[in-house]
């Protein structure tokens, strides 16, 4: 069974930084491409960021670029987030997805909730 | 970037009959003939789900009551017959080129 758990969210001040982490079993982790998804409270869903099977290269939307950083360790079967320059627009939780052909998110971990307030 | 524009917002609809959300990509997202548009079903308090993937082949497990169709750029998540478990949040997506992209979301209720 395909397991996706994210830890590492929590309260964080505007301006400071936020390590995420997603721990992966069930599959190949070093086959697939991966990513981050957020959904602000009450919203839709974003994409934030997605990485290559190898971790060569990495994609972000303008919203988050030059702040986060994904990366992967496949010998540990898990994709990170790093989360700097926080802002209140940041708040949402935040969700690991695998992303099969056609960037097609098509498993989901529970989420980690991030909120970003003084 | 590629805009996805859904509609309705939300929607009620009566059990046993049909629903139809629509979602217009504002540019081709077709590669080597396959429409990259994907749906998501997102029922309250749960985590999203895909239902649908290029256009319109249904995940693993998903009922055929749901299913995916498009006619210039104009793509269409059907729903038939409407069960009280399908009340739900659904989503497009689309998965041609970064940056990836969500439509707003339509909230199916039951009337």
């Known amino acids: 069974e395909v397991q996706l758990v994210e830890t590492g969210g929590g309260l964080v001040q505007p301006g400071r930084s936020l390590k995420l982490s997603c721990v992966a079993s069930?599959?190949?982790?070093?086959?697939?491409?991966m990513s981050w998804t957020r959904q602000a409270p009450g919203k839709g869903l974003e994409w934030v960021a997605s990485?290559?099977?190898?971790?060569?290269?990495?994609y972000y939307p303008d919203s988050v670029k030059g702040r986060f950083t994904i990366s992967r360790d496949n010998a540990q079967n898990t994709l990170y987030l790093q989360m700097n320059s926080l802002r209140s627009e940041d708040t949402a939780t935040y969700y690991c997805?695998?992303?099969?052909?056609?960037?097609?998110?098509?498993?989901w971990g529970q989420g980690a909730s991030v909120t970003v307030s003084s | 970037n590629i805009v996805l524009t859904q509609s309705p917002a939300s929607l009620a609809v009566i059990l046993g009959q049909k629903a139809t959300i629509s979602c217009t990509a504002s540019e081709s997202v077709n590669k080597f003939g396959i429409n990259l548009m994907h749906w998501y079903q997102q029922k309250p308090g749960q985590l999203p789900k895909i239902l649908i993937y290029?256009?319109?082949s249904r995940a693993p497990g998903i009922p055929a009551r749901f299913s995916g169709d498009e006619a210039e750029l104009n793509f269409t998540l059907t729903i038939e017959p409407v069960e009280a478990d399908d009340v739900a949040t659904y989503y497009c997506?689309?998965?041609?080129?970064?940056?990836?992209?969500f439509g707003s979301g339509t909230k199916l209720e039951i009337k």
């Open positions: 069930g599959f190949t982790f070093n086959n697939y491409w």
């Open positions: 290029n256009e319109f």
């Open positions: 997805t695998r992303l099969y052909r056609g960037y097609v998110m098509d498993a």
């Open positions: 990485i290559t099977n190898s971790g060569g290269s990495t």
């Open positions: 997506q689309q998965g041609l080129t970064f940056p990836l992209t």
